[in-house]
């Protein structure tokens, strides 16, 4: 697959070396051309530019910027997003005295947001859950089993794209329903974050069923 990404921070530069190792050709597009360039070399990219190189390249563009930035930017691009499909890989979230909050309050997404912002677009929500270094991993395997990747969208031809993506990396494709479930997965980042801060293990919260003692 052909891939444009926007940004060249933390995810950017994981994930789309996870793609180009994949086989997938990449391009980095950043507003700061010498930050993409170095981003681009370091993962081998086929390409860096603008964000609006990055936008125009391929059938998947990946916007990997500061989640209360990326529905102004699916804004500004939003003509050449059109039929694309665009995974929206951030979290809204802000420390509180109570904790980590939602920035959306969890009413909406920010996945549904950049929909709105684009509507030519297809945003599918995904990669959302693992910190960035999960994706240095050639392949990420975990107790003997592959990772399991959440992702969430409408459009059933970009949801096709995403399982062949994630695929391609080693992992498990995880269906998780339209793009409405998208705040549920930022929540469920909340969450996990909160608790991996913490000094605690999420998994411990969620037992396998089969590892549960039969009814006598």
Same mark, same amino acid.
């Given at each position: ?6 940004? +060249?921070?933390?995810?950017? +530069?994981? %994930? ?7 086989? *997938?050709?990449?391009? #980095?597009?950043?507003? =700061? /051309?010498?930050?993409?360039?170095? +981003? ?10 603008? !964000? ?6 391929? =059938?998947? #563009?990946?916007?990997? #910027?500061?989640?209360?930035?990326? !529905? ?15 995974? =929206? ?8 005295? =109570?904790?980590? +909050? ?15 912002? @684009?509507?030519?677009?297809? &945003? &599918?929500? @995904? ?22 990747? !959440? ?9 096709? %794209? ?10 498990? !494709? ?6 409405? *479930? ?7 980042? &909340? ?13 411990? @919260? ?7 003692? /039969?009814?006598?």
């Amino acid at each position: 697959m052909r891939i444009g990404i926007l940004g +060249t921070g933390a995810m950017a +530069t994981t %994930l789309g070396g996870a793609w180009v190792r994949a086989g *997938h050709d990449v391009l #980095v597009g950043g507003r =700061d /051309r010498t930050a993409a360039a170095a +981003t681009a070399a370091r993962i081998d990219a086929a390409g860096h530019g603008t !964000p609006a190189d990055g936008a125009a390249y391929g =059938d998947l #563009v990946l916007i990997a #910027v500061p989640a209360d930035a990326a !529905p102004g930017l699916a804004k500004e691009f939003g003509g050449t997003l059109a039929g694309r499909t665009v995974i =929206d890989c951030t979290n809204p979230v802000v420390p509180t005295d =109570d904790g980590l +909050t939602l920035t959306t309050g969890g009413t909406t997404s920010i996945a549904r947001r950049m929909a709105e912002a @684009a509507p030519g677009a297809h &945003v &599918v929500k @995904a990669f959302n859950l693992c910190h960035e270094s999960i994706w240095t991993l050639p392949r990420p395997v975990f107790e003997g089993a592959p990772l399991a990747v !959440p992702f969430c969208g409408d459009d059933p031809g970009s949801l096709d %794209l995403l399982t062949g993506l994630i695929t391609s990396m080693g992992c498990t !494709p995880m269906p998780c329903g339209g793009l409405s *479930h998208a705040a549920y997965l930022e929540a469920t980042a &909340v969450f996990a974050i909160g608790v991996w801060w913490s000094g605690a293990e999420t998994r411990f @919260a969620f037992p396998t069923p089969a590892e549960a003692p /039969r009814t006598p």
